[in-house]
């Protein structure tokens, strides 16, 4: 007998499929583009021209020379004087006679002469004083 061929019809093999890497600690992240910078219009701001600046004129009633009272005289002197050249001339002889409390520099302490203007006190404050004072013009 005749020995019967037998189909010897080969299939091509298929190769083997490729393995794809695991997202691993080998494989490098990738990092985002970097985005171009966006230019932004620029808007001229429109400014009013400037007005030269004022000389800051005083106020008249603090410029109105005033009398001081007997008991004022003694310490800033007879002649009428303006409220704000009173102060000064005050705060003059607190600082000369180191009138003004070492601990609490906004404390006065009143000697003879101020103790008469400040209305017997014996400490008063800054802001008190100008107060007091104020009573004592004419």
Known sequence: MAAAKKST???PARKPAAKK???SAKAPARKPAAKKPVAKKVVAKKTAPKAPAKKRTPNPAFMKAMTPSEVLA????A???PRTE????IWAYIKSNKLQDAINRRMINADEKLKAIFGGKKQVSMFEMTKLVNKHLK
Do not use: E, F, I, R
């Open 9 to 11: 019809s080969k299939t």
């Open 21 to 23: 890497p695991a997202a």
């Open 74 to 77: 003694a310490v800033v002197g």
């Open 79 to 81: 002649l009428p004087l």
């Open 86 to 89: 009173v102060v000064k001339k």
